[in-house]
């Protein structure tokens, strides 16, 4: 039990990226007041929660709804994270995401943007609940061997929400404690766990298929 809980955090964690979402909240949020960056904070918090809540519950029922065996979806969710550790070791995840973070910033200059519209996208969706985040969600829940395992990944998607919400708050901070040079030798380095972890989910899904389990 302990080792799958290692593996999920390891897994969330390096997949929503809670530091590195660091640098993208300030660049949405720039020129507002503390107030309205808490407020976005939060509130992108919540609604990444919500989004990832529901497939958490239901990502099981929606596999089989689909007729999408577990193993199946184990090699496509591994090879998906093993596209974003590409992205990461190479750097180009990060500009992925400032261009994101840049086009919503023109966008909602031109629309007047509200804290509300900014919170849900591009923070929420899909910098905190990306594609990928899901994908990993409805892998490590389909993973869970008993009730109690599975309630405790809960506990440990919580523990990266909060990491992310605390990111937000210290955004500032943490962009200074690090620099440019620290953060891209840890992304790249979360990049390789990220790959390792990816890899093993393809060789399960695969070997769960020559077994006939899948």
Do not use: W
Not at 126 to 154: H, K, R, V
Not at 166 to 184: K, N, P, S, V
């Amino acid at each position: 039990m302990l080792d799958y809980y290692i593996n999920a955090f390891a897994t969330l964690f390096v997949t929503i990226d809670p530091v590195g979402l660091a640098p993208m909240f300030l660049a949405v949020t720039a020129g507002m007041s503390p107030a309205d960056r808490r407020r976005v904070a939060i509130r992108a918090t919540v609604t990444a929660a919500a989004i990832l809540g529901v497939f958490y519950f239901t990502g099981q029922t929606v596999l089989n709804v689909l007729g999408i065996s577990v193993s199946a979806f184990r090699v496509a969710g591994g090879i998906l994270l093993f596209l974003i550790a590409i992205e990461m070791i190479f750097g180009k995840r990060q500009e992925r995401k400032t261009e994101t973070a840049e086009k919503a910033v023109e966008s909602s200059d031109a629309h007047h943007g509200t804290v509300n519209e900014l919170a849900i996208f591009p923070l929420a969706i899909p910098l905190i609940s990306g594609p990928a985040a899901i994908s990993a969600i409805i892998l490590l829940s389909s993973q869970a061997p008993d009730t109690m395992t599975y309630a405790g990944l809960g506990g440990v998607i919580t523990i990266i929400l909060l990491s992310c919400l605390g990111a937000f708050l210290l955004a500032d901070r943490i962009e200074r404690a690090l620099g440019d040079t620290a953060q891209l030798v840890i992304t790249r380095l979360l990049g390789v766990l990220l790959a390792a972890l990816s890899v093993q989910f393809v060789a399960d899904g695969i070997l769960a298929f020559v077994n006939g389990q899948g």
